[in-house]
């Protein structure tokens, strides 16, 4: 076959691919503890729910997912209008883009932070413009605003920031914001929000009451350990979130996605017992790190970061012949899910032997 002379666009011939995390082969005793997910396996209730909605299949989904929606508007204390279910949070923050970003924009995020933004605005043809992280893992949201200009749109916040960890503080959130022109998009993606425990980490409820320029994301991939169904949303002022529904794949949350969804929902009480030992393995983990001597961030996520540096790679590998598949960030660090119970010891007994 002759070579293709279509040309690509620019932007998509220049992108980075998203690197997953490492997956497991069905070895017995390799964790996976590469892509931040939950080591519980799924409710029972929710199987059944899947078990039930799965002779349904040859019909197409409720397009705007209704009962999901209201479902979710009622927690966030909103009406149903101003959900936007999609296929996976990231799939919403791509339609939050589309819907306000021309070409030549710019979207201001720092970096390092979750690997799909540079993806999801460059594919708009917008221009990000990144801020570096400060020292210990944190947004530095004064140095954010600065690099607010008249092309700025959108603004993403990612609290807890993937990979290192650490939540934005509801003081210094209000601050940015009121810095922020009201013409300018904050999406406030919060992924790991049900992990955090910081007594001064904000609300988004109540950051989005406060402020009409504000886009939540949320995702029922993490703590809902419903990665593998692919479901998230944004909540926003029902204006905004029109013109994201606009921007949104046609049928872009499936039946069992849906029914999942709603029936972790409904068994939110038991799952948030699974992610208060999930914070407690954290806390272990952490202690644990210091202990040994790491200075690591504090995450107030379902992850920890270790700076590696230049031993990145090799340390990466190490961990895979230990068994223990956590993520690399060549030249940077390590991101290191929290999972299983015996993963905690696991990874200690490991960076250990790294001091
Ligand atoms: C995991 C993650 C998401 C959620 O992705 P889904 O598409 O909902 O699975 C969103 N934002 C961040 C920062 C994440 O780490």
Request: proline share 7%; charged share 20%; net charge negative.
């Amino acid at each position: 076959m002759s070579s293709p002379q279509v040309p690509l666009r620019d932007a998509i011939r220049t992108l980075p691919a998203y690197v997953p995390g490492a997956r497991a082969a069905a070895q017995p005793d390799v964790i996976k503890l590469s892509s931040n997910e939950n080591p519980f396996p799924p409710l029972e209730s929710v199987r059944e729910a899947v078990a039930r909605a799965a002779v349904e299949i040859n019909r197409y989904p409720d397009m705007f997912a209704t009962e999901l929606g209201e479902a979710i508007a009622e927690r966030h204390g909103v009406v149903p209008q101003a959900v936007v279910p999609g296929c996976g949070s990231v799939a919403v923050l791509g339609h939050v883009l589309q819907a306000f970003c021309d070409a030549g924009d710019e979207v201001v995020h720092v970096w390092r932070s979750f690997e799909a933004y540079p993806i999801a605005v460059r594919l708009t043809g917008a221009v990000a413009v990144t801020v570096p992280l400060r020292a210990d893992g944190r947004h530095d949201l004064a140095a954010m605003a600065a690099a607010i200009t008249p092309r700025t749109r959108v603004v993403l916040v990612c609290s807890p920031n993937n990979p290192t960890g650490p939540a934005v503080r509801d003081d210094e959130l209000r601050t940015f914001l009121a810095a922020v022109p009201p013409e300018v998009l904050v999406v406030l993606d919060e992924a790991y929000v049900e992990f955090v425990r910081d007594p001064l980490a904000p609300a988004g409820d109540r950051i989005l009451a406060d402020h009409p320029n504000v886009v939540l994301l949320r995702t029922f991939s993490k703590a809902y350990g419903l990665a593998g169904l692919r479901v998230g949303y944004a909540v926003t002022h029902p204006d905004l979130a029109r013109g994201v529904r606009t921007a949104a794949t046609p049928f872009g949350v499936s039946h069992l996605a849906q029914v999942a969804a709603l029936a972790s929902l409904r068994a939110t009480d038991e799952l948030l017992e699974r992610v208060e030992v999930i914070v407690e393995r954290r806390a272990a983990l952490l202690a644990g790190l210091r202990g040994q001597g790491w200075s690591v961030p504090e995450s107030q996520a379902n992850f920890v970061w270790l700076a590696t540096g230049d031993r990145t790679a090799e340390r990466a590998a190490e961990a895979a012949r230990a068994g223990l598949l956590v993520r690399p960030f060549a030249g940077e660090g390590l991101r290191i899910s929290v999972g299983e119970e015996e993963s905690v010891e696991r990874v200690l007994a490991l960076t250990g032997t790294w001091r």
